[in-house]
Nanobody, 123 residues
Framework: HVQLVESGGGSVQAGGSLRLSCKVS????????MAWFRQTPGKGREVIAQ???????TYADSVKGRAFISRDNFENTLDLQMKNLKPEDSGMYYC??????????????????WGLGTQVTVS
């Protein structure tokens, strides 16, 4: 049974930094595209960063230059580091896994495994 568990959320001042982590249990990790999504009341759930099994990273324009996604295939963890945080970065952050070696366009339907999310509030 595969589980994704996020951690690292909380309240941060604008201009600050944060690091979110996702622990993946099970044996699927190194075969899956991994991503971080953010959900806000105004925009719904949208992908902000993806990393495929080859280490290729993609970012949403809203976080490009401020975010860094990384994965550790030995520890089965997925991290998201963000700097220069803005109030609009507030939201629920979800770790997600897609059964594809190469990530697609970030469509929610591509992702079959989800964590429960961790809240980030920037003020």
């Amino acid at each position: 049974h595969v589980q994704l568990v996020e951690s690292g959320g909380g309240s941060v001042q604008a201009g600050g930094s944060l690091r979110l982590s996702c622990k993946v249990s099970g044996s699927i990790y190194d075969h899956f595209c991994m991503a971080w999504f953010r959900q806000t009341p105004g925009k719904g759930r949208e992908v902000i960063a993806q990393i495929d099994t080859f280490g290729v990273r993609t970012y949403a324009d809203s976080v490009k230059g401020r975010a860094f996604i990384s994965r550790d295939n030995f520890e089965n963890t997925l991290d998201l580091q963000m700097k220069n945080l803005k109030p609009e970065d507030s939201g629920m952050y979800y770790c997600a896994a897609s059964p594809m070696s190469v990530c697609g366009g970030g469509a929610i339907v591509d992702y079959t495994l989800w964590g429960l999310g961790t809240q980030v509030t920037v003020s």
